[in-house]
């Protein structure tokens, strides 16, 4: 029988030792021990394959915690509080070095799901509707694996574009090899392979939903592709590309926010994937028998969980008492400190997790905003602004601001909105800014500040790992 290793530069073997990826999605061969003869062959065969990515995407080494947290705690949201389970304490204090451990799982797992990914597009099925609903998805996870990869350890693109990127791996190991040693591929390159996977998913996905998977935000849908579209034009600098991707979204997805104070509340306080399009086009699944536990993104946050993550006092400020997302944030005590809990994850107390939310209604408006305003149409950058701001805050005059103001008002939105979501510090890398995190003193366990545009760790190290076994990989500045 004809074996095939499944890694790349030496690495990734480890992968499955340390994934949580449920095997009963997966009821084959482990996929860094792939059989040529029980490759991917039927539907069926597809559909595990792909349910297994997506497990991968929960894992809490990658989007199930520690990459969503970083987006927010190496920004300016959030710090982890003086009193703590230890956890993440390195990247509170911008104090990880070249062979953190979370770093390199985010790394291999990210890596390892991408590999998922390529034996579903190679894989040689009769094409029908669910096959390209299928190979839709693949594509379509394999862009937000390659956008999340370029975003941590890549300068942003809308300042070095020809700066080292990630290795790019588009086929599966059977073809290319089971040792190959890529260099990293430069930013733009990195974009372009994106964007090129995500209209060839948005081509494939068939107009009518199939039936073989339920048709529920854990999936991702075709218009989902088209906001994910959105996102990476956004952070790539395309502005009218942005806009043409979010206002396809707008026409043409059916999607809509909550319309009142209890509907936003019943939004957040469901841990159930969604069917109506209200608010979420794609989060990841956090069920009974499939999250995280004590490790989960929604422990980290809740107060009911560990809690160890609290909202800095700037960051509630941001919203007035009518603002209906300042719901979202609890004030409370924590030992002798009076401080800001973080209610987006509520049901910790509950075998049915909080979903982990990675593509929002509301993100696809402000990117529409913001790329309206950009491209100097300031009445329609007004207009999706207003729809999303007083919506959340009905009592909030409209905004009228032109210029720079304008620009700067949807960047607070975005933050207001998209507050411990993951995105924050992906923002403040494209727009190139030095930003402050504020110092929370005795209520936080310790803090660095001053986070200058010349700061080498804006950029994440290339694991230590993955140097040795690939001396074609160049580390990062700085590591």
């Known amino acids: 029988m004809k074996k095939t290793n499944a890694y790349i530069s030496g690495f990734l073997l480890s992968a499955v030792m340390a994934s949580s990826c449920g095997k009963d999605f997966l009821n084959e061969e ?19 394959a792909v349910a297994g990515t997506y497990r991968i995407l929960n894992n809490y080494f990658l989007f199930g ?3 969503m947290v970083w987006g927010d705690l190496l920004a300016d949201n959030i710090y982890i509080s003086s009193s703590n389970s230890q956890r993440l304490l390195p990247w509170n204090n911008y104090s990880w070095v070249g062979n953190n451990a979370e770093n390199l799982q985010q790394w291999i797992q990210s890596y390892y799901a991408i590999l998922q990914a390529n034996r579903v597009l190679d894989a040689q099925v009769t094409e029908t509707s669910n096959v390209k609903q299928l190979r839709g998805e693949a594509y379509a996870l394999r862009a937000l694996l390659y956008l ?13 574009p020809d700066a080292d990127g990630v290795p790019l791996i588009t086929v599966p190991t059977n073809k290319s090899g089971a040792l190959i040693k890529p260099s990293r591929a430069k930013v733009s390159e990195v974009y372009a392979q994106i964007i090129s996977d995500l209209n060839a998913a948005f081509e494939l996905m068939p107009e009518t939903p199939i039936t073989l998977h339920p048709n529920t935000t854990n999936f991702i849908s075709k218009y989902a592709v088209k906001a994910l579209l959105a996102r990476t034009y956004l952070y790539k600098g395309d502005y009218a590309k942005a806009r043409d991707a979010a206002l396809e979204v707008v026409q043409k997805g059916g999607y809509t926010l909550a319309g009142t104070v209890a509907a936003f509340n019943s939004y957040w306080g469901s841990p159930a994937a969604r069917t109506d399009k209200l608010e979420t086009l794609f989060e990841i699944n956090n069920s009974a028998t499939a999250n995280n536990g004590v490790e989960g993104i929604d422990w980290m946050y809740a107060r009911t969980g560990l809690g160890d993550l609290l ?6 400020a941001l919203y007035t008492a009518t603002d209906m997302r300042r719901g979202l944030i609890v004030q409370g005590t924590r030992g002798a400190n009076q401080v800001n809990f973080i209610n987006k994850f509520q049901n910790t107390g509950i075998a049915d997790r909080d979903e982990v939310k990675m593509l929002r209604y509301a993100e696809v408006l402000l990117t529409l905003a913001e790329s309206y305003a950009r491209t100097n149409d300031e009445t329609n950058a007004r207009l999706y602004l207003n729809m999303l701001a007083q919506k959340r805050d009905p009592s909030l005059a409209a905004y009228t601001y032109t210029g720079q103001a304008l620009i700067d008002a949807i960047i607070t939105e975005r933050r207001k909105e998209l507050a411990f979501e993951g995105l924050r510090f992906f923002d403040l890398k494209r727009l190139n800014v030095d930003f402050t995190r504020q110092n929370m003193g005795a209520k936080a366990y310790s803090f660095y500040v001053d986070v200058k545009t010349t700061d080498n760790r804006r950029q994440l190290p290339i694991p230590e790992t993955e140097m040795t076994a690939n001396p074609n990989v160049a580390p990062n500045p700085g590591y």
């Open 148 to 160: 999340n990869l370029v975003n941590w350890y890549g300068k942003p693109a809308t300042v070095s």
């Open 65 to 67: 915690r520690n990459t």
């Open 311 to 316: 909202a800095t006092d700037d960051t509630y």
């Open 30 to 48: 482990p996929s860094t021990a792939i059989y040529v003869e029980s490759a991917i062959q039927t539907e069926g065969n597809m559909l595990e």
